[in-house]
C-alpha cells in the first residue's frame, strides 16, 4: 500500500504561518503531480495548489497566490504547503493528493490518492 499523511496544522493567530507537511510511505507511487486542497463543513473540497512530479510547474488558487507557496522534497518523498499572512478564511482541514492523470488538473475526481487532513484554524 501507499499513503499520504499530512502533518502541521494547528491554531495561529491572523497573520501567521504554518508549514503543512505531506509524506508518502509505502510502495512508489506512480503519480504525475501533486495538490493541496481545503475543505470546511458543508462545502466542496476546494483546490488550494499543486506542484508536478520535477516541480518545474506550480499553479495557485487565486485566494492563496502570492501567500502560499507549494513545493517537493523527492529525495524525502514530502511535499509542502507553506502558508504565510494566514487570514480566518483560510481555516479548513486541508488536505494532500496525489493524480496519475497525464494532464494538470485542480478537480478533486482527477486525484487518485488523499492524505487524511489536517486541521488549520486561523483566529482573528
Known amino acids: 500500500q501507499v499513503q499520504l499523511v499530512e502533518s502541521g496544522g494547528g491554531l495561529v493567530q491572523a497573520g501567521a504561518s504554518l508549514r503543512l507537511s505531506c509524506a508518502a510511505s509505502g510502495r512508489t507511487f506512480s503519480g504525475e503531480y501533486m495538490g493541496w486542497f481545503r475543505q470546511t463543513p458543508g462545502k466542496e473540497r476546494d483546490f488550494v495548489a499543486r506542484i508536478t512530479w520535477n516541480g518545474g510547474s506550480l499553479h495557485y488558487a487565486d485566494s492563496v497566490k502570492g501567500r502560499f507557496i507549494i513545493s517537493k522534497d523527492n529525495t524525502k518523498n514530502t511535499m509542502y504547503l507553506q502558508m504565510n499572512s494566514l487570514k480566518p478564511d483560510d481555516t479548513a482541514v486541508y488536505y494532500c493528493?496525489?493524480?496519475?492523470?497525464?494532464?494538470?488538473?485542480?478537480?478533486?475526481?482527477?486525484?487518485?490518492?488523499w492524505g487524511q487532513g489536517t486541521q488549520v484554524i486561523v483566529s482573528s
Open positions: 493528493a496525489a493524480s496519475s492523470k497525464h494532464w494538470l488538473s485542480t478537480r478533486t475526481v482527477d486525484y487518485d490518492l
